[in-house]
């Protein structure tokens, strides 16, 4: 029952995705986003990880969601689709050598079981990668920074236009 | 092999890692480059879960999970940022189109 499960989750996430990447609005391509994110996070929500799924619901299905669709909005929704650099074909073979290669090194992982004793989310957070924490808080400093920078609309200095 | 429900997470992981890798190859309006980025990652960040779960440690999976979630929405963020300021100065969002590098 629980293989059904998953199998449905990821089925609906799979096609979603491939949804997404062939849309031509890039609008669409946002609500198919925001599917993907919800079946995630009830898959991982199944597999006990229920303080990442509500992070993976609430952050990416929430907030990366509402700046994309903010980014429509400034950019507008013309969403051009050109034909792609890479040849369909081509693309299809690398992307099938990548799987067949992706499954043959993790499948016979999945077998191996190996007890390490078990911690809690925040015994694994704040005690054994409390740096790892102190270096997340810095990343969203600078990437808040980094946004207002970017968003400014004056830029100081040179203001050269660009000429193709 | 035996469609365990770990097998079964395990494939749709490899499926949409697949369908993100296919994404990035074809896609060149930059929006869509950070769309697909987020696919890819949800792919490493159930894998990551999945691998804490495996070894009867999900607290470590977790943690690392969270991590992943951080760095990528920074990273969404600066690139829709980037996206807006390119689609301003180069009034396109075609990535072959906005590169400037030449010989």
Do not use: H
Request: proline fraction near 3%; glycine fraction near 8%.
């Amino acid at each position: 029952m629980e293989s059904i499960t998953f199998g449905l989750f990821f089925l609906g996430a799979i096609f979603f995705a491939y949804r997404a990447i062939v849309s031509k609005r890039i609008l669409s391509a946002t609500i198919y986003l925001a599917c993907i994110s919800a079946l995630v996070s009830a898959v991982l929500y199944r597999l006990g990880a229920a303080e990442v799924a509500v992070m993976e619901l609430s952050v990416v299905a929430g907030l990366v969601n509402v700046l994309l669709v903010y980014a429509v909005s400034v950019v507008g929704d013309d969403a051009f689709d050109p034909p792609s650099v890479v040849p369909k074909p081509l693309a299809f073979v690398i992307v099938g050598l990548i799987v067949v290669l992706l499954g043959w090194t993790a499948f016979p992982a999945v077998s191996v079981y190996f007890e390490r004793g078990s911690t809690t989310l925040a015994v694994a957070l704040w005690q054994s990668r409390v740096l790892d924490v102190w270096i997340q808080i810095a990343l969203i400093f600078s990437g808040v920074m980094g946004v207002l920078g970017l968003l400014s609309e004056k830029t100081p200095g040179k203001t050269e236009e660009f000429q193709p | 092999m035996t469609f365990t429900p770990m097998n079964i997470v395990l494939l749709g992981v490899i499926a949409l890692l697949g369908v993100g890798f296919y994404g990035l190859l074809v896609t060149r309006n930059l929006i869509k480059v950070v769309m697909v980025l987020q696919i890819l990652i949800k792919g490493a960040i159930t894998a990551l879960v999945l691998a804490g779960k495996l070894s009867g440690n999900l607290g470590l999976g977790q943690s690392t999970a969270a991590t992943v979630i951080v760095a990528d929405t920074i990273v969404a963020v600066v690139g829709l940022a980037l996206a807006v300021q390119v689609r301003r100065r180069f009034g396109t969002l075609d990535v072959p189109k906005i590169s400037t590098l030449r010989g």
